[in-house]
T-cell receptor
Framework: AQKVTQAQTEISVVEKEDVTLDCVYETRDTTYYLFWYKQPPSGELVFLIRRNSFDEQNEISGRYSWNFQKSTSSFNFTITASQVVDSAVYFCALSEARSGNTPLVFGKGTRLSVIA | DAMVIQNPRYQVTQFGKPVTLSCSQT?????MYWYQQKSSQAPKLLFH???????NEADTPDNFQSRRPNTSFCFLDIRSPGLGDAAMYLCATRSGSSYEQYFGPGTRLTVT
């Protein structure tokens, strides 16, 4: 069975601090995809990144970076120099790589509050 | 801009009164999903369409039904809403050749 664990329920940081959101996953599949989504107070889930299981390269996009480590089944997300607009709930998700339906298995989310 | 649109954004219905939520997409994706998200919880998949093939999650209540008349539109029908059905309902789409889902802004349903 697949499972995604986001142990941090809520995090508060002061603006300009760096913050890392943890994500640990479980799957028996050898090929899978990992995702991060942002859900601001407006409610829409915004796709941030997809990472393939066979690509362990870390990725940086502006102030966002992702650290994927298969050895520890982790896919952590770091925001550098956080801003108030980063305040949101962040969901990590996992999907098998197969044809047909590939449901997203979500973690419970981490609520990030960035204080000015 | 290509996007996933949900109407209305806020819906109030009475206990037991049928309600329909709508979703449309301009992405031409062949997979569409409906999720229910209650406060401080992760989205929970209700059902999805792969083209015209309908797939119901095992624990989706019979009270919930869906229609997909064409590629662009998908509807969620709640036949007899209960107080426990108050939630955010999220529609998402996915291309059959990709894995990331794109979500609409959601419809927040209140049941009085």
């Amino acid at each position: 069975a697949q499972k995604v664990t986001q142990a941090q329920t809520e995090i508060s940081v002061v603006e300009k601090e760096d913050v890392t959101l943890d994500c640990v996953y479980e799957t028996r599949d050898t090929t899978y995809y990992l995702f991060w989504y942002k859900q601001p107070p407006s409610g829409e889930l915004v796709f941030l990144i997809r990472r393939n299981s066979f690509d362990e390269q870390n990725e940086i996009s502006g102030r966002y970076s992702w650290n994927f480590q298969k050895s520890t089944s982790s896919f952590n997300f770091t925001i550098t120099a956080s801003q108030v607009v980063d305040s949101a709930v962040y969901f990590c998700a996992l999907s098998e790589a197969r044809s047909g339906n590939t449901p997203l298995v979500f973690g419970k989310g981490t609520r990030l509050s960035v204080i000015a | 801009d290509a996007m996933v649109i949900q109407n209305p954004r806020y819906q109030v219905t009475q206990f037991g009164k049928p309600v329909t939520l709508s979703c449309s997409q301009t992405l031409n994706h062949n997979v569409m999903y409906w999720y229910q998200q209650k406060s401080s919880q992760a989205p929970k998949l209700l059902f999805h369409y792969y083209d015209k093939d309908f797939n119901n999650e095992a624990d989706t209540p019979d009270n919930f039904q869906s229609r997909r008349p064409n590629t662009s539109f998908c509807f969620l029908d709640i036949r007899s809403p209960g107080l426990g059905d108050a939630a955010m309902y999220l529609c998402a789409t996915r291309s059959g050749s990709s894995y990331e889902q794109y979500f609409g802004p959601g419809t927040r349903l209140t049941v009085t």
